[in-house]
């Protein structure tokens, strides 16, 4: 009898675990867009870029941070919404900017041309 009942509490554990497995996940209602562009020229072969990134959604105030995402960029400090760097003329650059609000976490990934 022992045998039988330890069976019948590991079937009933695992449908329950089956069944709480199966319970999606919230979605995420936090939602960034962002542009890059390069309106103030440069000297040399480096030019300024300038990005700016929007959110909504999210349960409440926002954190934003930059990164390099793809090569020949640099920022000059990470800067809220908007962030200003300079990066290699002629070439196609990428960041990406992280937005955190309350539990939620967002990236978008830009790439622009680094030229005028």
Known sequence: ???LS???VGAAAAVLGATLGA????ASTLIVDG???????????YWDFRCSASA??????YHYSWEQHLPFLWFYVDQGPTATG???WGMTVGVRVTVVSGAETTTRDIRFDCHH
Do not use: N, Q
Request: proline share 7%; net charge negative.
């Open 6 to 8: 330890r069976f019948a």
């Open 23 to 26: 319970v999606p996940a919230t």
């Open 56 to 61: 909504s959604g999210g349960t409440g105030s």
């Open 1 to 3: 009898m022992e045998l």
């Open 86 to 88: 300079y990066c290699s």
């Open 35 to 45: 542009e890059c562009d390069t309106p103030l020229g440069g000297i040399g072969s």
